[in-house]
């Protein structure tokens, strides 16, 4: 690996104006460096672009895209396909990254160079600090592993293998990506660190459970048990806790 890996973060956004910059914000302040930031633009009719494009004019890093509209996994393949880094990471708009995030990832990275899937626990909140883009400690309701893009790095090459995002999901894209890298037995382990802070807030799509999100959620399942069928290989994937780090 080389001594300063080319990292690519994608944010897609559709009406993140109250958010975004602080978002952007933890990506910056990140101890190693990111050398490309895509911002997909995902048809905002607030000032999200305006707020976007202001931060870009003093980070070179920024890149703005216009999205298919299509919900937030279309979005983020249009960035996919024409991301240069070695790794992948993933934030949305309304999310922040903790300070260390990167370093750990690719602390991990560097020590087990046949890893290709590096991921960590997630704290909910639902407040932030007045004077700093973080979460307020009196604000964290839960901390523990869940499949949250923004909590994992990856390497640019797993999506060559197992494709990208699944453009017929409006929810549960992310399950059916991880369920893929699963199947696909890609080397992964789950740090026992927080690095991502999931905000709790009603304008989110997953603010409520609803009938479609439920349906989509038990289709990636389904499409899973489907694949798994027709390789001849139907047994449950192992638990995510066989994962885990000590």
């Given at each position: 690996?080389?001594?300063?890996?080319?990292?690519?973060?994608?944010?897609?956004v559709?009406?993140?104006?109250?958010?975004?910059?602080?978002?952007?914000?933890?990506?910056?302040?990140?101890?190693?460096?990111?050398?490309?930031?895509l911002v997909?633009d995902?048809?905002?009719?607030?000032?999200?672009?305006?707020?976007?494009?202001?931060?870009?004019?003093?980070?070179?890093?920024?890149?703005?895209l216009?999205?298919?509209?299509?919900?937030?996994g279309?979005?983020?393949?249009v960035?996919?396909?024409i991301?240069?880094?070695e790794?992948?990471g993933?934030?949305?708009?309304?999310?922040?990254w903790?300070?260390?995030?990167?370093?750990?990832?690719?602390?991990?990275?560097?020590?087990t160079p046949?890893?290709d899937v590096?991921s960590g626990f997630?704290?909910?909140f639902?407040?932030?600090?007045t004077?700093?883009?973080?979460?307020?400690?009196?604000?964290?309701?839960?901390e523990?592993f869940?499949?949250h893009l923004?909590?994992?790095?990856?390497?640019?090459?797993v999506?060559?293998?197992?494709?990208?995002f699944d453009?017929n999901?409006l929810?549960?894209?992310?399950?059916?990506?991880?369920?893929?890298?699963?199947?696909?037995?890609?080397?992964?382990?789950?740090?026992n660190a927080?690095?991502?802070?999931y905000?709790?807030?009603?304008?989110?799509m997953?603010?409520?459970?609803?009938?479609?999100?439920?349906?989509?959620?038990?289709?990636?399942?389904?499409q899973?048990?489907?694949?798994?069928r027709k390789?001849?290989?139907?047994r449950?994937l192992?638990?995510?806790k066989?994962?885990?780090?000590?």
């Amino acid at each position: 690996m080389s001594d300063i890996p080319k990292i690519s973060v994608i944010m897609p956004v559709r009406n993140g104006e109250k958010y975004i910059a602080d978002a952007l914000k933890t990506v910056f302040d990140q101890a190693w460096p990111v050398q490309e930031i895509l911002v997909i633009d995902d048809g905002s009719t607030d000032r999200s672009r305006e707020v976007v494009e202001s931060l870009a004019s003093r980070f070179p890093a920024i890149r703005v895209l216009d999205g298919p509209r299509r919900g937030p996994g279309p979005a983020r393949n249009v960035a996919l396909r024409i991301a240069g880094g070695e790794f992948i990471g993933f934030l949305d708009c309304d999310d922040l990254w903790p300070a260390d995030k990167l370093s750990l990832h690719l602390a991990r990275f560097a020590r087990t160079p046949h890893m290709d899937v590096v991921s960590g626990f997630v704290s909910y909140f639902d407040r932030q600090m007045t004077d700093a883009p973080a979460p307020d400690p009196a604000a964290i309701t839960d901390e523990l592993f869940h499949v949250h893009l923004g909590a994992t790095l990856y390497r640019r090459t797993v999506f060559e293998r197992v494709g990208i995002f699944d453009e017929n999901f409006l929810y549960s894209e992310d399950v059916d990506l991880m369920l893929r890298i699963r199947e696909a037995e890609i080397p992964m382990t789950i740090l026992n660190a927080v690095t991502l802070c999931y905000r709790r807030h009603a304008e989110s799509m997953t603010s409520t459970y609803t009938a479609e999100e439920k349906r989509d959620f038990n289709r990636a399942l389904m499409q899973s048990l489907i694949r798994r069928r027709k390789s001849g290989n139907a047994r449950p994937l192992p638990p995510f806790k066989h994962l885990m780090e000590e």
